[in-house]
């Protein structure tokens, strides 16, 4: 379990968009609607200030989650069997 850490939420016109932008582990994708409960995640899994791949480079750096909103200023990510360290990671995200 990590401390908190700053992130970026945006929405570029075709829908949001999330990067974490401090820590040494980082992510950068975007959300694409799965009904009323959730949202899916795809993005890239990246270190430091290293650019970030395009999601689709490959399962190093591929990410696929299911966003869940636990009320209006908390939600979080839930990545089903990353690539590394875990057999789950979920994030979590306050305003």
Do not use: M
């Not at 075709?14 to 040494?24: D, H, N, Q, T, Y």
């Not at 990545?79 to 057999?87: G, L």
């Amino acid at each position: 379990i990590y401390g908190w850490f700053k992130c970026k939420v945006t929405d570029d016109g075709s829908g949001w968009r999330l990067e974490k932008i401090s820590g040494s582990q980082r992510t950068k994708g975007r959300f694409f609607d799965d009904g009323e409960k959730r949202a899916i995640y795809l993005g890239s899994f990246y270190v430091n200030d290293d650019p970030a791949k395009p999601y689709g480079s490959g399962p190093q750096t591929d990410q696929v989650g299911y966003a869940f909103r636990n009320s209006a200023k908390e939600w979080r990510i839930e990545f089903p069997a990353p690539y590394y360290e875990s057999k789950l990671d979920i994030i979590e995200f306050k305003r």
